[in-house]
């Protein structure tokens, strides 16, 4: 394997002093506001103080209450926005380090083995979960923590979406996903791998499989293109898919020649939210000669965080502001370089590959294999307040990105919760009238 692929995780996690110590240091807010700034209402300050007191088992107890996986959450939410950012000593740079708590705590209690979660009884129903993401994850781990008999469907040859294809591993641990799915499982949670909705199963199929509701959380998996003059050029790819492959090679799956950068190329990457933060800072760990960002609008308005913005300048990532892209130039049918429009005078990017990460959308398969779902103008799924996550089919509740924009891990949980809530209010009523 190529040794280029190995990423090691950029940020080291707290020793069980640090934790100890970095807990001691909250306030105990009487109204806590990191709580609030958090989409799953986690209750920070209570394990914060657990933690404080060196119980990192009550810790991990208190955190699995709201979320199914903090060892992730911990890693990846954008926590400068959400809880440690609502943080009363956020003003003076003082925040206390939630996401890293949140993290020991979880990676403590994997290591030592702490907890083990009971299995409660599957006899509140049938529940076909369609996606492993983390909106699939998070209404499977709800569900069958409530004694409903969970599958998981997943057309990728292992459970994890864009949790293990989506984020580079220098900011996730692919092991960290598996062992976080493995707990899910521990649950009684059924996993089905290498299964597509549309061809290996429909809806219709799985109702008369015995199914009491089914839950897509597909996410939105088809890549926005940018077709301009030159397109036809080689060496224009998603970001998606690049960021796809890095992983793939990373893990001996397929070879270096299928990554698309070679040491040396110089790299754009059109967008700036956190996938193309993702791939910009994944190409200069490959060895890229130059990688700059593209982006049409001003710094302010980015949609990447702060944070991986910060660290895409940390790694050497070049941008450019309020470049409108025009066309792409090539030579004898390969990509040379991004023609941009700034200020009104056009210029050359030079390039020897382009990565699109400019967003994405849902793919149809279960739509259009099943009438009677209806979408929004844009292909979103169209879901109902009561009850929360159904669709315009009975029985078929839906969250995620799927139903909304692409967003952070902990905001497509959030609305899983909500969903999985409905889905078994959904089967008890169902249930109760004997339908």
Avoid at 349 to 372: F, Y
Avoid at 414 to 435: P, S
Wanted: glycine content about 12%; charged content about 25%; some cysteine.
């Amino acid at each position: 394997m190529d040794n280029r692929f190995g990423f090691e995780e950029e940020n080291r996690g707290y020793t069980p002093k640090e934790a100890v110590a970095e807990a001691k240091r909250c306030l105990d807010c009487k109204k806590p506001l990191c709580k609030t700034g958090c989409p799953i209402e986690q209750s920070i300050p209570e394990f914060i103080k657990e933690v404080s007191k060196g119980n990192f088992g009550t810790a991990r107890r208190i955190i699995s209450e709201r979320s199914n996986l903090p060892a992730i959450c911990g890693r990846v939410c954008p926590h400068e926005l959400q809880c440690e950012g609502h943080c009363i000593l956020h003003a003076k740079g003082k925040e206390i380090r939630v996401g890293k708590l949140e993290r020991f705590v979880a990676d403590f209690d994997y290591e030592a083995g702490i907890i083990t979660d009971p299995t409660v009884a599957k006899t509140r129903g049938k529940v076909a979960v369609i996606g492993s993401g983390p909106a699939g994850l998070t209404v499977a781990g709800d569900l069958a923590r409530q004694g409903f008999n969970v599958v998981v469907y997943e057309a990728q040859e292992e459970p994890g979406g864009v949790l293990l294809y989506g984020i580079p591993e220098f900011r996730l641990n692919k092991d960290v996903v598996r062992r976080e799915i493995a707990r899910i499982a521990s649950l009684g949670v059924t996993f089905i791998t290498n299964s597509t909705a549309g061809e290996s199963f429909t809806l219709e199929t799985l109702f008369k499989a015995g199914f009491d509701a089914a839950f897509i959380g597909t996410g939105t998996n088809l890549s926005k293109d940018l077709k301009l003059p030159g397109r036809e050029n080689s060496g224009i790819e998603q970001a998606s898919y690049f960021l796809r492959m890095v992983v793939m090679a990373g893990e001996g799956k397929v070879t270096a020649d299928e990554v698309l950068i070679n040491p040396g190329d110089r790299v754009v990457v059109v967008g700036a939210g956190n996938v193309a933060m993702d791939a910009a800072r994944s190409a200069k760990r490959l060895g890229a000669g130059t990688v700059t960002v593209a982006y049409r609008r001003t710094e302010k308005d980015m949609p990447a965080t702060r944070g991986e913005y910060e660290g895409a300048i940390a790694d050497g990532v070049e941008f450019r502001f309020s470049a409108l892209p025009k066309a792409y130039a090539g030579n004898e049918g390969k990509v040379t370089g991004l023609v941009v429009e700034t200020e009104g005078a056009e210029d050359i990017i030079d390039a020897d590959v382009i990565l699109l990460a400019i967003g994405s959308r849902p793919a149809k398969r279960i739509v259009s294999t099943t009438p009677g779902i209806e979408t929004s103008d844009r292909g979103y799924v169209i879901t109902r307040e009561k009850p929360y996550g159904m669709t315009t089919l009975a029985g078929v509740f839906a969250g995620g990105d799927v139903v909304h924009e692409p967003a952070t891990v902990v905001r497509a949980m959030k609305e899983a919760k909500k969903v999985a809530d409905g889905i078994a209010a959904y089967i008890d009523a169902k249930k109760l009238l004997g339908i």
